[in-house]
Every structure is written in C-alpha cells, then in structure tokens.
C-alpha cells in the first residue's frame, strides 16, 4: 500500500476537515488544471507544431451522439435544398431569355452574336452539320448588349449585400437571414414576367439587381450557420454538402426550365421563374419550422448531440459590428489566401460554366444548351465529385493522414489546377466536339475539390467571423461576373476562333496557377489568435461553474 493510500486510510477514520477547506483545495487544483488546460488550447490554436497536431474543437471529451440522423443533419439538409432552390432563380434567366427573345438565327453570348458561320482569319474552320438554329418568335426585341445589360445585372445587388449578409448572421443568427434571403429572392423572381411585359428591359434589370440583393446575404449567413452546427470532423462533409446545393440546382433548373419553356401556357418561358419561386416559398415554411441559429437554441436538440456539437464549435455569442476586429481580419495575409483562391475559381467557373459553351457554340457550332441533359452534366459531375472530395477530406484529417492546413491546400490545388489543365487540353481538341465536352465536365467535376479546400477554409481559421469573412471574399469574387466576359470580348471577335480562344484558355490556366499558388504559400488551417472572443473561455466557465456548485452545496448544509 502506497503512502498516499495509508494517508487517505488515516483520514477516513479521523475526523472529516470542514467542507469549506475542502472546496478550497478542489477551487486551486481545478484552477491549475484549467489554466493548464486553457494554455494548451490557446497554443494548439495558435501553431501547428505537430503534423497532425490537435486543433481546436477536435471533439475530444465530447461522445458522438447515437444514430444516423440528428438535428444537425436537419439543417444540412434544409440549407441544401435552400442554397439549392436559390441557385434556380439565379440561373433560370440564363436559359429563359433565349425564348424571351426574338433572334432569327443567332444566339447571343453577352453582346457576342455567334450565326455559326466562319472563324477568324488563319484559323481552323469546324464544319457546321447542327441543323442551325430556328427563328425564335420571342416577346421583347432586345440586343446583345441589352441582354449582356440584363444577365450582368444581378452581380450588381450581388456584390452589394455580402458583407452586410455576414455581419447580420453573425449578430442576429443566420436562420432568418438567409430565410428572408430566399423568401425575398423567390418575390423578385416570380415577379420578373410582370416586369418585362409591362416594363421592358429597364424594370427587368431592375428586378435582377434586386434579386441580387437579396441571394447576396445567402452565402455569408450559410457559412456562419455551418461554423455553429457542424462538429470539427464533420466540417467538410457537411459543410461542402451544404454548399453544393447550388450545383444541384443548376442541375436541376437547366433541363426544368427548358422544358417549362417549351410549354404552351403563357408562351412558357414565365413558369421559369414562377416555378422555381413556388419551390423557395415551400421551402422557406419547413426552414422556419425545422431549422434554429443554433444548437444552442434548439428545443428539440438531445442534449448527447448539443453537447459533441458546442465541445467543437465553439461559439460562444452574438458579435456586434464594433466587436469585429475589422483591420486584424482584412491586413490577415490569410484572409488573402482566400480571397485570391476565390478570384481564380471565380475567374475559372466563368470560363467552364459560361465561356466554353459559347466556345463550343460559336466554333465548334454545338449547342450545348440546347442539349437537354448535357447541359446539366457538367453541373452534376462537379456535384457527385464535391461530395466525393469531402468525404475524403474529412476522412483524411479524422485518420491524421493530413492535418487541416495540408488537406485545404491540398483540395484547393485540385480543384484549380486540374480544372486550368483541361482548359488547356480543350484549346487543343479542335473540332472535336465529345472530347470537349469531356474535358468540360472532367475539369467541372474535379473543380468540386473546392468546397473541401478554400471554402471551406474561412471557419477554420475564425470561425467566429465565418459569415463576415465569406462576405468578404465572396464579393470581391463576384466582379470576376462580369469582368471574366469582358475580357474575353476584347480577345474574341464575333465570329471567333479556334487561335482566339486558346489565348483565352491559356490565360485563364494561368490564373488558374498563380492563385493557386498564392494559396499554397500563404494559406493555413489553423484558428488565429484573433478568433477568440473577450467572454471567459470555456473551461474558466466550467470550473467556476464547479466552484459556485460546491459553495451552494455548503451554504445548503449550514442551512441544514
């Protein structure tokens, strides 16, 4: 028997020391085992000297809770099918305006009229067997410029209410902000019909800078909702869930739309818009009713889930705009990091969603829009493939194969630069109209790796201002809307060709490379010491929450 043991054996029999020394001793050594505590987490937040090293809100002390599906999974679930049905009405003006308008055989590309004739000067020439394009006996007579006006437009709004969208979440809860988002968003959208019979071009894009507005606050409020409902581990996954319902919307509003647009009913083309905002206003009944800001304030939370959800996230109040420390987070070379891998893929996107169809319908003379479901397969490969990443990522990181920092970096190259090398490949393709098309829903797919890489970065290093941070980096994203398509008419003439669009293709790589680049060197997994809040840490909390239940277990024995 120890020493310490015939101790504990000698004051059993003698006589109990008072309750209040007793409580002292408990108070100094939880005291020293938290300060001890707090400094370890302060240092494993602050570096990552082991590869593999802790970080923050590793769940440890925290049981998984039992079964499959939980509320967290709720609230991916909703904000999927939210973020999901409000791509639908970003999109469906893209499709619908080509029955809105009354081109005779020619398609416009934002002020670019392509009638599939001859290529430029020198250049390859692709043979034209499509069976060309019908009058289209639209309602408004609009030109490229017009319509370049009206597809630009919601950039516009968009740009405006990012930040404002983050630093709203963050203060008030983010369930009614990216509600009301939607919900406003579905009211302008079911309203663009009215305005473009009754107004023309003017009121129409009018109507898109509104729309903008509104979708404007749905990313930031998404990210900041994620950073107070998804557990370290499972970040990834549910977050690049979460996220790529924007991808499963255009999936599904590609082919939707041209179908409603081929009905009889009211010339077809307005059910674009009244059926996607129908679809927003059921969701936006079951986001009310199902999903809360937070763990925290969910009734129906069990308590096994609340608790390995709040031991990870961390959250601990509303933060106002004077809280935020706004030069810290805009001079963080971090931050940039983000940002500059958000411009490429910003950049990139416009070049695969929107300049390599107009590629392969002015050169090559395929229509890519007008092929049903192939015009959704690039869409649905960068899906399935963001899911696939995700599960990987997470998965790599729970098995201490990568750490956070390595895993971002390493997702975020994949998803640039295997995109930049099939931009490159389909500058090479020449005629060939399946290997292009190939090439665009590989470098489409692999570009999911995104949501497992820098996307997914901004929680991770301050999770506290994930929503704001978004803001940031999403707006200044945005203007790659419009300036991607004006670079490319500087360098495309109308008719176009196969010599233009490689220098456009090869630039795009290249930007591709560079931010990427960027990223790899300056960007970090790790949370900034900027992050923490000036509210007691967790575990002061904890402990004094120990003392002040021992102290009123005394009072209540004197009391007795």
């Known amino acids: 028997m120890s020493d310490t043991s015939s101790n504990a054996d000698g004051d059993e029999k003698g006589s109990q020391p008072p309750l209040s020394h007793t409580i002292s001793i408990i108070a100094v050594d939880t005291k020293q085992s938290t300060d ?61 305006i080509v029955d809105m308008v009354r081109t005779p055989n020619t398609t416009t590309f934002f002020g670019r009229s392509g009638s599939g004739g001859s290529s430029g000067n020198g250049s390859e ?105 998804v557990p370290t581990f499972e970040r990834t996954t549910i977050g690049a869930f979460v996220l790529a319902g924007t991808q499963f919307g255009t999936v599904i509003i590609m082919p939707l739309s041209g179908f409603l647009c081929n009905l009889e009913f009211d010339n077809g083309w307005p059910l674009a818009f009244y059926v996607p905002g129908v679809i927003g206003i059921l969701w936006f009944i079951g986001w009310v009713f199902l999903v809360y800001d937070s763990p925290s304030v969910h009734p129906r939370i069990s308590e096994k889930e609340k608790r390995y959800i709040l031991a990870s996230t961390g959250v601990l109040k509303p933060i106002s705009f004077s809280e935020t420390p706004w030069s810290t987070i805009m001079t963080s070379i971090h931050l940039w990091a983000i940002l500059v891998a958000h411009l490429g893929h910003s950049w990139g996107l416009s070049m695969l969603l929107t300049e390599l169809p107009t590629y392969m319908k002015t050169v090559l003379h395929f229509d890519l829009k007008a092929n049903g479901l192939l015009s959704a397969l690039p869409y649905l490969a960068m899906w399935l493939f963001s899911i696939a990443f995700s599960v990987t990522a997470d998965a790599m990181r729970k098995n201490q194969i990568l750490n956070t920092t390595n895993t971002r970096k390493l997702f975020t190259t994949i998803g640039l630069l295997i995109p930049g090398l099939g931009l490159i490949g389909a500058s090479y393709t020449g005629c060939d109209r399946v290997a292009t098309l190939t ?53 495309v003439t109308e008719s176009g060709s196969i010599d233009q669009w490689q220098t ?50 005394e009072k209540s024995g004197k009391s007795d």
């Open 36 to 96: 001890k505590a707090i400094n370890n987490d302060q240092k494993t937040n602050i570096s990552e000297q082991h590869p593999h090293g802790n970080e923050r809100g590793d769940n440890e002390g925290a049981e998984r809770p039992d079964g499959f599906f939980g509320s967290r999974h709720v609230f991916a679930l909703m904000g999927f099918l939210g973020l999901a049905a409000v791509y639908m009405m970003r999109i469906n003006l893209s499709v619908a």
């Open 125 to 229: 020439q692709c043979e034209n067997d499509e069976s060309g394009d019908s009058e289209n006996n639209g309602e408004f007579d609009w030109d490229g410029e017009t319509q370049g006006l009206i597809l630009g437009a919601f950039f516009w709004g968009y740009m405006v209410t990012q930040i404002p969208g983050g630093i709203l979440a963050e203060k008030y809860g983010g369930k009614y902000v990216l509600g009301i988002g939607i919900l406003l968003t579905d009211f302008f959208s079911m309203l663009t019909p009215l305005a473009a019979r009754h107004g023309g071009s003017g009121a129409v894009i009018a109507m898109r800078v509104l729309t903008g507005l509104a979708e404007g606050v749905t990313f930031p409020s998404a990210n900041s909702m994620i950073s107070k409902w």
């Open 439 to 491: 090439l665009l829903t590989l470098s489409c797919g692999f570009n999911g790796a995104i949501y497992s890489g820098f996307l997914a970065n901004h929680i991770d290093i301050a999770s506290n201002y994930a929503g704001t941070m978004m803001g940031v980096t999403n707006c200044v994203a945005s203007i790659c809307g419009f300036l991607a398509p004006y670079v490319v008419n500087l360098i």
């Open 504 to 553: 456009v293709f090869f630039l795009s790589a290249g930007i591709y490379a560079l931010t990427n680049l960027f990223y790899v060197i300056f960007g970090t997994g790790v949370e900034q010491p900027w992050n923490k809040l000036k509210d007691t840490h967790p575990l002061e909390q904890k402990r004094n929450d120990s003392i002040d239940s021992l102290t009123s277990s």
